[in-house]
Structures are given as C-alpha cells and as structure tokens.
C-alpha cells in the first residue's frame, strides 16, 4: 500500500512538473510573438533621418556615431519595453522549470543584447556633456530610426 502511494505521488508530481514545463512552454511562445510582433511594429515605423536633421557640424564623425548607436537603442528599449519585459518573464520562468541546458540560447541572446546595449549607453555618456545633451534633445532620436541607412549616409556623404 505505501508503496503504491509513493509511486502515486511520483507520478502525480511528474504530471505537475510537466505540466508546469508546458505551462512554460507556452508562455513563452506567446511572449516571443509578442516581441517579434512589436520589434516587426518598431521597425517597419522607423524613420529614416538624413544626416542633415541633426545639424552636426560641430560635431566629430565618431561622436556622432557613437551617440547614434546610443539613441538607437535607447528609441528601441521604449518602443519594445512591454514586450521585452513579459519575454524577459517567460524566459526566466520557462528557465526555472527547465533543465538550464535548453536555455542557452534565450541565456544567450538576452545577455548579448543587454552586453550591446550598456556597451552603447557606457560609450555615450563617455562623450562631452553637451554632446550627450545635444543629441538627447533632437526629437527624430526620440523614436525608432533607421540607424544603418543613417550610419552609412554619414561614412559616404556622397550616397
């Protein structure tokens, strides 16, 4: 008799362990939509800004780029913000309930994203106070922009 309990309980936790994974499991597919939908929504509405909206003449090619790369993550983190957060959830969770082995690459992906991220932010705020401050107060920075077709216009003025 105790011996069929324990084997009850066995299973009826393997039953709830995996129904926790599935729970998991689907929690963070409907968060991954949800970000590729936003990061596809952010991006098909961002602007392309010539490089004469930023009126940088004072400003050397490298700062500049710099404080480009910096305001392109700072627009997406706004934009992505909610998404990013309840993916940020479900991938842990989904972690927790896992064997770590098969999350290393959300583990990878979100600690390269975040390493690229602060990497900008630690560039910029490098830069001269009043460069920082130029660049945070254009309104075209503000949002999602094309920073590639912007970074490559400023390398070839001549495109």
Known sequence: MICLFSLLLAYT???ASDNKVFFAKQKLQVATVAFEKQMDKCFSNAK???SAELQIDEISLEMTKTAI???HYSALSTCMKIQYEGFLKAAYFYK?????KRM???DSFVSSTWVSE???EYKF???PKSVQQYFEKLAVLQTPFDA???ILELDNPSL
Request: hydrophobic share 45%; no cysteine.
């Open 69 to 71: 790369d910096y305001m």
């Open 96 to 100: 927790a309930v896992t064997p770590s």
């Open 118 to 120: 602060l990497d900008a």
């Open 48 to 50: 392309k800004i010539s």
């Open 125 to 127: 705020k490098q830069l």
């Open 148 to 150: 590639m077709s912007l």
């Open 104 to 106: 290393s690459d959300i």
């Open 13 to 15: 936790n393997a039953v």
